[in-house]
C-alpha cells in the first residue's frame, strides 16, 4: 500500500514538473455573473440578487460584475466598499444602469469598465460610489457613463469607444495616473464643481483623438501634464448659461496633433474673460488657439514640425484676447517645406479690445536645410484692431542663419508692455525682418547678423549695429551709430534715419547701385538730424554693381546720403571696400571707372554741388580727359550731367 502511495506520489510530481516546464501558468479570465434583474431587494452583496444565486468575489481578478438592464429593473447599491475584476454593462433602450453606495468604493480589476446599448439609445449610466482602479485597463463606453463619487487609483486607463466619460460630483478626485482617450468620437467631460479637481494626474489624447472638455472652472491639478497627438482640447466652459472662458492652471502642454481651443469649438462671442496658466508649451503639430476673451500665460513656448499657434484674437467680444510667455521664452524651428506662420495674431472689429503676444523672455528661431521660405508671426488684416507684440523689458532674438534670404519675420507692430519700456537685441547670425510700425521706445541693439526694418521703430528707439552685423531695410528708424554695416534697402533701397554715425574702426556704409532705364540708381540714407562720419577710427564705403542692373556711364550721379537742413556731413571715409584709401582726395577708381566723391551735392537740387549731401559720381579717364578739355568751349551750351562731370573735371586737372 506504502508503495502505490509512492508511486502516485512520484506520478504527481512528474506531471507539475512537466507542466511547469512548460511554462507559466495560465490565470483563469474572469468570468461574469449577472445582476438579476428582479432581485428581492438593491444590496449588491446579496448572493440571491444574482443570476445562479452567487455574487461576484470580492478580488480583482474572479469575476466581472454584469448588468444587462430592462424596464423595471431593481437597481443595485453598494452596501460596503468592494472589489470586482470589471464591470460590463449592457443599457437598455428603455433602462440604464444607476449603482448607489455614495458612501462606499467600487474598486475595479484590469477588465475595466465595457458599457454597450441594447436596442438604441438610453439614458446615461451613473456609478454613485467612489471608483478606485488597480491594474492598467481599458474601458470601452458607448454610451454616456456618469462617475459621480471620488475617482481614484494611479493605473493606466484608456478610454476607446466613442462614448462620453463624464467626471462629476462635488469631492476632488484623487486618481493620480494617466487617462489617455483614445477614440475620435469618444468624449471625457470635466464637470466637477468649480475649483474641485477632476483629473488630478495626466491626461494624454492619442492617435485616434478624441475630444476633453471643461464644464467649470479649475478642473485639473496644477500639476497635471497634459499630451495630444490628435482630437481637440477644449477649455470653453460648455455648461448651460455659461458666460464663456473660465480659469485653469497646470503643468505641461505638449502637442503633436490636434487642436487646443481657449473658446470652445467655432465659438468666437464668448462675452466672458477666462485665465489659463501653465508650465513649459511644446507645439510640434496641432493648433493651438487662444480666443474667446481669454488670457494664457505659459512659461515657455517652443514650436516647430508645422505646429501652428493661431487665432489670438479675431473676434467681435470687447474682452481681451493674450498670449503671455514668460521668463522660458519663445523658441521657434522652421518646418521641412513651405512658407510657415507659427504665430497669428487676431484682429477685432472697430471699437474693440486690441489682443497681444506678450514677451517676457527671449525668442530664437532655428532655420531648416532646404527650406528658403521666411518664418513669420503673422498679422491678421481683416478687421481695424489689428494685433500686437509686447516686450515687457529688453528681449534677445536669437535668429540662426538657414536658406532663406530672410530667415524670421514679424508683421504685428512691437510695442512696450503697458508702463514697462520693451527694447530688442538681434543676436544670431541669421536675418530678422521687422515689418511692422513698431512702438517699443526702449533701444535697438544689432549685436549680430543681420536686421531688416520695412516697417518703422519708434524715433526715441536707438539703434546701435555692432562690428559684423548690418542694419537694413526701406523703413524708418531713430537714430543710428553704425559700428558695423548699415545696407539701405532690401535691393536698391532708401532707408531713414535720425542722426547718423558710422565708424568707430568698423563700421562702413554698404551701397548697392547700377543704371536702370537709362538711369542711376542707388541705396540712399535720408537723414533727419546730423551726420558723422568717423575719419579718425575709420569708417568704409562699400560699393556694389547690384545684379541686373546696366554698368555706370560718365556723369552719372549716385547720391548715398541726402543730409536735411543745412548742417554739413562731419568727417569723412577713410578706405573704399575695405582697402583703397580715400583719405588722400575725392577721386578714386572702381568698377575700371574714375570717380569722384563729394559730401557738397545737393540732392533735392539734382547737382553733384552747392548742398551738404554725400554722391559720387562717373568722371571721364586721364587719358581721355585731356582730349575733352580742348573741346569743352563746344560744350558749354549742353549743361547735362555727363558736360558737368567732364567741366568739373578739367578744372581740377594739374597744369
Not at 481578478?61 to 437597481?75: C, D, H, K, R, S
Not at 454613485?128 to 486607463?157: D, E, H, K, M, Y
Not at 496658466?277 to 488657439?289: F, I
Amino acid at each position: 500500500m506504502q508503495s502505490l502511495k509512492s508511486l502516485d506520489t512520484i506520478s504527481r510530481r512528474l506531471a507539475l514538473g512537466t507542466a511547469l516546464a512548460a511554462g507559466p501558468l495560465a490565470l483563469a479570465a474572469p468570468t461574469t455573473i449577472t445582476w438579476d434583474n428582479s432581485a428581492g431587494s438593491t444590496d449588491f452583496e446579496v448572493g440571491t440578487n444574482w443570476v445562479g444565486g452567487s455574487k461576484p468575489a470580492d478580488d480583482l481578478t474572479t469575476n466581472i460584475a454584469g448588468f444587462n438592464t430592462a424596464a423595471g429593473m431593481t437597481q443595485p447599491s453598494l452596501t460596503t466598499s468592494r472589489s470586482i475584476a470589471g464591470l460590463n454593462i449592457v443599457n437598455n433602450s428603455t433602462q440604464s444602469l444607476t449603482l448607489g453606495g455614495s458612501d462606499y468604493t467600487l474598486t475595479v480589476g484590469a477588465s475595466g469598465i465595457t458599457q454597450t446599448l441594447s436596442g438604441g439609445t438610453s439614458s446615461p449610466s451613473t456609478i454613485a460610489p467612489n471608483v478606485t482602479v488597480s491594474g492598467a485597463q481599458t474601458w470601452s463606453i458607448r454610451n454616456t457613463l456618469n462617475l459621480n463619487g471620488v475617482f481614484g487609483g494611479s493605473s493606466a486607463v484608456t478610454l476607446t469607444a466613442p462614448g462620453y466619460l463624464s467626471l462629476n460630483g462635488e469631492s476632488s478626485n484623487t486618481y493620480s495616473g494617466t487617462i489617455t482617450l483614445n477614440s475620435a468620437n469618444g468624449r471625457l467631460y470635466l464637470n466637477k464643481s468649480a475649483g474641485v479637481t477632476a483629473l488630478a494626474g495626466d491626461l494624454a489624447l492619442g492617435a485616434s483623438g478624441g475630444t476633453v472638455t471643461w464644464y467649470t472652472d479649475d478642473q485639473i491639478a496644477d500639476t497635471s501634464n497634459i499630451t495630444m497627438a490628435a482630437g481637440s482640447l477644449n477649455f470653453y466652459k460648455a455648461a448651460t448659461g455659461s458666460t464663456g472662458i473660465g480659469a485653469e492652471t497646470f503643468n505641461n502642454l505638449a502637442m503633436s496633433g490636434g487642436t487646443v481651443y481657449s473658446d470652445g469649438a467655432g465659438n468666437l462671442t464668448g462675452t466672458g474673460s477666462g485665465l489659463i496658466q501653465n508650465d513649459a508649451t511644446t507645439v510640434t503639430g496641432g493648433t493651438l488657439r487662444v480666443s474667446g476673451g481669454t488670457e494664457w500665460r505659459m512659461a515657455s513656448l517652443a514650436i516647430s514640425g508645422g505646429g501652428v499657434v493661431n487665432r489670438i484674437g479675431t473676434s467681435y467680444a470687447g474682452t481681451e484676447r493674450k498670449l503671455t510667455i514668460g521668463s522660458g521664452g519663445l523658441a521657434i524651428t522652421n518646418q521641412a517645406a513651405g512658407a510657415y506662420a507659427p504665430i497669428t495674431l487676431g484682429s477685432s472689429v472697430a471699437g474693440k479690445a486690441t489682443n497681444k503676444l506678450v514677451l517676457q523672455g527671449d525668442v530664437s528661431f532655428t532655420g531648416y536645410a532646404g527650406n528658403a521660405n521666411t518664418t513669420t508671426i503673422a498679422a491678421d488684416t481683416a478687421n481695424p484692431i489689428r494685433g500686437t507684440v509686447e516686450l515687457n523689458g529688453s528681449r534677445t532674438f536669437t535668429i540662426a542663419d538657414g536658406d532663406a534670404a530672410v530667415d524670421f519675420r514679424i508683421d504685428p507692430a512691437i510695442n512696450d508692455n503697458g508702463a514697462t519700456v520693451g527694447g530688442l537685441v538681434k543676436a544670431g547670425p541669421g536675418t530678422l525682418e521687422l515689418a511692422g510700425a513698431n512702438g517699443y521706445t526702449g533701444a535697438t541693439a544689432v549685436s549680430a547678423g543681420k536686421l531688416v526694418v520695412n516697417g518703422s521703430l519708434a524715433a526715441g528707439s536707438a539703434v546701435t549695429v555692432a562690428s559684423g552685423a548690418t542694419l537694413g531695410g526701406f523703413g524708418t528708424v531713430g537714430s543710428v551709430q553704425v559700428a558695423g554695416s548699415l545696407a539701405p534697402g532690401n535691393s536698391i533701397g532708401t532707408i531713414s534715419t535720425g542722426d547718423l554715425g558710422i565708424g568707430n574702426g568698423s563700421g562702413a556704409l554698404d551701397v548697392e547701385l547700377g543704371r536702370s532705364g537709362g538711369n542711376p540708381v542707388s541705396d540712399l540714407v535720408a537723414v533727419t538730424g546730423t551726420v558723422g562720419i568717423d575719419p579718425d577710427l575709420g569708417s568704409d564705403l562699400k560699393l556694389t554693381l547690384y545684379s541686373g542692373l546696366d554698368n555706370p556711364e560718365v556723369g552719372d550721379i549716385f547720391y548715398l546720403i541726402s543730409n536735411d537742413g543745412s548742417d554739413a556731413i562731419a568727417g569723412e571715409f577713410t578706405t573704399l571696400n575695405g582697402t583703397l584709401d580715400l583719405s588722400g582726395g575725392s577721386t578714386f577708381s572702381w568698377n575700371s571707372q574714375d570717380w569722384q566723391i563729394t559730401y557738397q551735392a545737393n540732392y533735392d537740387g539734382s547737382s553733384f554741388t552747392g548742398g551738404n549731401d554725400l554722391a559720387i559720381q562717373v568722371v571721364p579717364e586721364p587719358a581721355a580727359l585731356a582730349l575733352l578739355c580742348l573741346g569743352a568751349v563746344g560744350l558749354l551750351r549742353r549743361r547735362g550731367p555727363a558736360v558737368q562731370a567732364i567741366l568739373g573735371s578739367c578744372r581740377s586737372r594739374p597744369a
